[in-house]
């Protein structure tokens, strides 16, 4: 497991015995970056994770993402992700 701060929650909130999701962040050495990724959960909608350090601070957009600059879109907090989340592609098991 990582050492991370940021990380914490997303492994308390996982059970990596049923989850492909990365469980930690494999490799600092990277360029800074940002993820926009669709997720189709309980509903559709775009999360969008900037990097801090070893980790993604990510937040859920439920309306999707806004083409005009002058439009504002809800953006709700969720737990940091591992940097290796941003390449992530599969289903997440509930629970």
């Known amino acids: 497991m990582s050492k991370s701060k ?3 929650e997303y492994q308390q909130k996982r059970d ?3 989850t492909k999701e990365p469980q930690r962040t494999t490799s ?8 926009i990724q669709k997720h189709d959960a309980s509903h559709l909608h775009y999360d969008f994770s900037l990097q801090n350090d070893d980790a993604l601070i990510s ?12 439009k504002k879109r809800l953006a709700i907090r969720t737990e940091d992700h591992p940097l290796d989340y941003a390449k992530f592609e599969g289903i997440i098991p509930e629970g």
Do not use: D, Q
């Not at 600092?28 to 993820?35: L, M, P, S």
């Not at 937040?59 to 002058?70: Q, R, Y």
């Open 28 to 35: 600092k050495k990277r360029n800074i970056f940002f993820v």
């Open 16 to 18: 990596f015995r049923k």
């Open 6 to 8: 940021h990380l914490k």
């Open 59 to 70: 937040w859920a957009i439920p309306k999707g993402i806004s083409t005009a600059a002058n």
